[in-house]
T-cell receptor, first 114, second 111 residues
Framework: GAGVSQSPSNKVTEKGKDVELRCDPISGHTALYWYRQSLGQGLEFLIYFQGNSAPDKSGLPSDRFSAERTGGSVSTLTIQRTQQEDSAVYLC????????????FGPGTRLLVL | GDSVTQMEGPVTLSEEAFLTINCTYT??????LFWYVQYPGEGLQLLLKATKADDKGSNKGFEATYRKETTSFHLEKGSVQVSDSAVYFC??????????FGAGTQVVVTP
C-alpha cells in the first residue's frame, strides 16, 4: 500500500515568509509525528497527534511553529516568519496506536530559508 | 529527560568486516529501543527493534540486544557489504511513542 507522503519535497523561501508543509499518513494509522533533521541538532521530535486527543506540542522550538491534523488524517506543519535556523529536513511519520509499533517515515520536506 | 548516545562516525571498514555501533541510553521507565537506517538519498526506515529487556532484534543480518543492566542496545553485523553503507540511528520511544534519536553514525563500506 501507499506509504507516508509529504509535500513539497523541497521548499526555498525568504526569511520572514510563512511556509506550510503537508503530510499524508498511511491510511488507518492513528498516530502522526513530526520530526526535524538538521546538521546542528540531529533528529528532533516536534509534535505528536494521536486520534482525537490534544496534540503533544512539547518539541516545537518556538511559537512560530504550529501544526494541525484535520479529520484524523492529513497534517500541516506551519512555520511563520521563517528564520535561517529553520532550514532543515522536516520528516513526518505515522504508526498504529501501540508505542512499540514501527513508525513509518515519509521522504521529508527539505526547507531552505534564504 | 530521556537521551540516546551513540558512537560518532564515520566508521569506515572493508567488505566482509565485522561492524559494531555502540548505543547507550538513559530513560525513565521501560522504553522500546530501535535502530533506524537512512540509505543515501532515501528516507528513514526501521532496521530492528526490541521492546523489553533481553529481547534481541534482528533483520538483514544485523542484531541488537536490549541490555537493561548496561542500558545499551549495540548494533552488530558479522559481515558487512557495500550496500550497508548508510547512516544508522539508535532511538528509544517513550510511553507515547515519541522517538528520541541518537546523533547517527555514518558507516562507509569499501569493496
Amino acid at each position: 500500500g501507499a506509504g507516508v507522503s509529504q509535500s513539497p519535497s523541497n521548499k526555498v523561501t525568504e526569511k520572514g515568509k510563512d511556509v506550510e508543509l503537508r503530510c499524508d499518513p498511511i491510511s488507518g494509522h492513528t498516530a502522526l509525528y513530526w520530526y526535524r533533521q538538521s546538521l546542528g541538532q540531529g533528529l528532533e521530535f516536534l509534535i505528536y497527534f494521536q486520534g482525537n486527543s490534544a496534540p503533544d506540542k512539547s518539541g516545537l522550538p518556538s511559537d512560530r511553529f504550529s501544526a494541525e491534523r484535520t479529520g484524523g488524517s492529513v497534517s500541516t506543519l506551519t512555520i511563520q516568519r521563517t528564520q535561517q535556523e529553520d532550514s532543515a529536513v522536516y520528516l513526518c511519520a505515522s504508526s498504529t496506536r501501540d508505542r512499540a509499533q514501527t513508525q513509518y517515515f515519509g521522504p521529508g520536506t527539505r526547507l531552505l530559508v534564504l | 529527560g530521556d537521551s540516546v548516545t551513540q558512537m560518532e562516525g564515520p566508521v569506515t571498514l572493508s567488505e566482509e568486516a565485522f561492524l559494531t555501533i555502540n548505543c547507550t541510553y538513559t530513560a525513565t521507565g521501560y522504553p522500546s529501543l530501535f535502530w533506524y537506517v537512512q540509505y543515501p538519498g532515501e528516507g528513514l526506515q526501521l532496521l530492528l527493534k526490541a521492546t523489553k529487556a533481553d529481547d534481541k532484534g534482528s533483520n538483514k543480518g544485523f542484531e541488537a540486544t536490549y541490555r537493561k543492566e548496561t542500558t545499551s542496545f549495540h548494533l552488530e553485523k558479522g559481515s558487512v557489504q557495500v550496500s550497508d553503507s548508510a547512516v544508522y540511528f539508535c532511538a528509544l520511544s517513550d510511553s507515547w511513542g515519541k522517538l528520541q534519536f541518537g546523533a547517527g553514525t555514518q558507516v562507509v563500506v569499501t569493496p
